[in-house]
C-alpha cells in the first residue's frame, strides 16, 4: 500500500507542475492575443477598415489560446482528481493501521 500511495504522491506531484505549465502558457497565450488586439486598435481608422481578419496574426493568437485552455483545464482535472485519489487512499491506509 506504501508503493501505490509513493506512486500516487508522484503522479500528483508531476500533474501539479503540469497545470503550473499549462496556467502559464495559458497566461502567455492570453497576453499575446491582447497585446496583438491592443496594436490593432492603435492602427489608423482607414486601416482598420481594410485589413481583413485573416491577414492579421490573431486566427493564430486565438487558436493558440484555444489550445492553451484545453490543456489546462485537462492539466487541472488530472492534478483534482490524483489529489482526490491520493486523500481517499490515505484517509482508507489510516483507518486500516
Do not use: G
Not at 19 to 46: F, G, H, I, T, Y
Amino acid at each position: 500500500m506504501e508503493e501505490k500511495i509513493k506512486q500516487l504522491d508522484e503522479a500528483t506531484t508531476a500533474a501539479q507542475l503540469a497545470l503550473l505549465d499549462a496556467e502559464s502558457k495559458l497566461a502567455a497565450a492570453s497576453n499575446a492575443l491582447e497585446a496583438a488586439k491592443s496594436r490593432l486598435k492603435q492602427l489608423s481608422p482607414e486601416v482598420q477598415q481594410n485589413i481583413e481578419f485573416n491577414d492579421t496574426e490573431l486566427p493564430d493568437l486565438i487558436s493558440a489560446k484555444m489550445v492553451a485552455e484545453s490543456e489546462c483545464e485537462n492539466a487541472r482535472k488530472r492534478y483534482e482528481t490524483n489529489e482526490k485519489y491520493l486523500m481517499i487512499i490515505r484517509e482508507n491506509h489510516s483507518k486500516s493501521c
